[in-house]
T-cell receptor
């Protein structure tokens, strides 16, 4: 089991550019979560999916953020256009009903 | 509303000293509580869940419903325990999101 896989590990981009973060959950897990980690606010839930369906996106900060889960093995988080205040570590996590949450290694995003 | 409070942002202890990382929660039902650990620039890893009632790496945590607390304890800190520790709460049905505290950075000084 390779765990939750995120790519890229690091992303440096200029303000205004589109950023796409990718996540492959653990096989068999039916829920997927996107979290953002910053020094100021800690871990914030952005959005989560159950069985590929978005359930709650109230944590998505603005319309510039969007997330999709086209199938059980892939999800994307997109920021368009990106801004310097979006700089953070973005974590994807997955779980099977009733089991603990497993995190990916995260994507460290820097927007200059 | 679900809330997790970790009052200490940073906790420094000497090697061999006891450690207690505080966690208080707010939830009207029966919560499930967790501790996650994040070593430098790595992923968050599950350390403990209260329903397991086990000790991992010498750490234990007891759910105190009267005080709505789930403090993490270790009798003798080791340098390798230096990390970021997050307390988390899950309420409701099986796949609701975890609500995390803001974390406590533990620094063990040799």
């Amino acid at each position: 089991d390779a765990g939750v896989i995120q790519s890229p590990r690091h992303e440096v981009t200029e303000m205004g550019q589109e950023v796409t973060l990718r996540c492959k959950p653990i096989s068999g897990h039916n829920s997927l979560f996107w979290y953002r980690q910053t020094m100021m606010r800690g871990l914030e839930l952005l959005i989560y999916f159950n069985n590929n369906v978005p359930i709650d996106d109230s944590g998505m900060p603005e319309d510039r953020f969007s997330a999709k889960m086209p199938n059980a093995s892939f999800s994307t988080l997109k920021i368009q256009p990106s801004e310097p205040r979006d700089s953070a570590v973005y974590f994807c996590a997955s779980r099977r009903t009733g089991s603990p949450l497993h995190f990916g290694n995260g994507t460290r995003l820097t927007v200059t | 509303a679900q809330r997790v409070t970790q009052p200490e942002k940073l906790l420094s202890v000497f090697k061999g000293a006891p450690v207690e990382l505080k966690c208080n929660y707010s939830y009207s039902g029966s919560p499930e509580l967790f501790w996650y650990v994040q070593y430098s620039r790595q992923r968050l890893q599950l350390l403990l869940r209260h329903i397991s009632r086990e000790s991992i790496k010498g750490f234990t945590a007891d759910l105190n419903k009267g005080e709505t607390s789930f403090h993490l304890k270790k009798p003798f800190a080791q340098e390798e325990d230096s990390a970021m520790y997050y307390c988390a709460l899950s309420g409701g049905s099986g796949n609701t999101p975890l609500v995390f505290g803001k974390g406590t950075r533990l620094s063990v000084i040799a």
